[in-house]
């Protein structure tokens, strides 16, 4: 169970220097085909925070097209969550937690400013809670969460309603649209061996579905197994029980996805979606990359925009598609050829 305090450090030993705390915050402007992400993610114990920020329209392949990018690695880390500025310009205030914040921004370039606020539509959801997450009652052991270490220690998840403005090279914005947030926190060692899928669908205040897939890339992009997910409708919050998923990319950025979710009340939905905006993003963490969309979707009437990350580890796709990670595949497979 979430609690307020955790939007927080958490409790750990000074000795642990590998562990970390991160927020992960994403917001759009459907009408003008534009997403945004602010990142954090701090060491308390080695003093240093990473914070990425970005901000994305229409479809780019390539991560110097990017509309805005602001990576820091590294700036000193606050001495808490709950309210801090960094150097690179950003303010966190968790005025209401722990699903309500608001953020500030100023590029030190001058070019891009941000005032908004997230504020949460549903309770803060926990995939290590067996009482909320019923794939754990099912099968106890199932507690890879899909990025190994990065989110063993804890996790949290929520949708909610962006408001506020932004402003990019010259150009004003005004915000008013559904967008979501992830927290975690534990030892973190950034191998980069991992693969997820990210997949918010938030269509308003009253519904909305969240799903992380297993990611795996074998000549061609995989979707699943399920790792955690759930439904949220009418103010109640729903653990999916199973979940099935494709989808199509360009030089792996999404293009369209077919979802097929079912939640422990046995009810099942089924969403398309195709990508109004994309972009490859790097700068978040130096051992991963994210493929990432927003995406439109449309259910019984209802239209709704989500962030869909394909989170790749940098040594996870060089495992499967570099010269020698393919070589030593095929000698483990007792095959020949280049």
Known sequence: ?????????????????????????????????????VYV?????VGATISSINVVQGHNSDPFSVDFTDPHMHVPCPDSMMK?????????????????????????????????RLDGCMPAWDPNDPAENPLLSVDPEHTDLGLG????????????RVTGT??????????????????????RTELGQAAISYVHIPFDENFGIHLVMALDHDDEVSYGPLRFGYVYEDG?????????????????????????????????????????ASAPWYTFSPSYVTFQALMRYELDGRLGYGLMADTWGIEFLADRTSRHGRAARRLAAGTTGR
Request: charged share 25%.
């Open 84 to 116: 801090f500025s960094l150097e690179n310009g950003l303010s966190v205030e968790v005025d209401a937690p722990p699903t309500g914040y608001h953020f500030t921004y100023e590029s030190l370039a001058g070019v891009c400013s941000m005032d908004m």
């Open 166 to 187: 932004l402003e990019l090279r010259g150009k004003k914005y005004t915000i008013d649209s559904m967008g979501g947030m992830d927290r975690s926190w534990g030892e």
């Open 236 to 276: 109640k919050v729903y653990g999916i029980t199973s979940a099935e998923m494709e989808g199509s990319q360009v030089d792996l950025l999404p293009t369209s996805n077919r979802i097929r979710v079912t939640d422990e009340r046995g009810r099942t939905y089924e969403v398309y979606g195709s990508a109004v």
């Open 41 to 45: 993610l701090a060491r308390p114990n």
């Open 149 to 160: 270490d990065a989110w063993a220690g804890g996790h949290l998840d929520f949708l909610g």
């Open 1 to 37: 169970m979430i609690k307020p305090e955790d939007a927080d450090f958490h409790p750990n030993h000074p000795t642990l220097k590998r562990w970390a705390e991160t927020i992960g915050f994403w917001f759009a402007i459907p009408e003008e085909r534009i997403y945004g992400n």
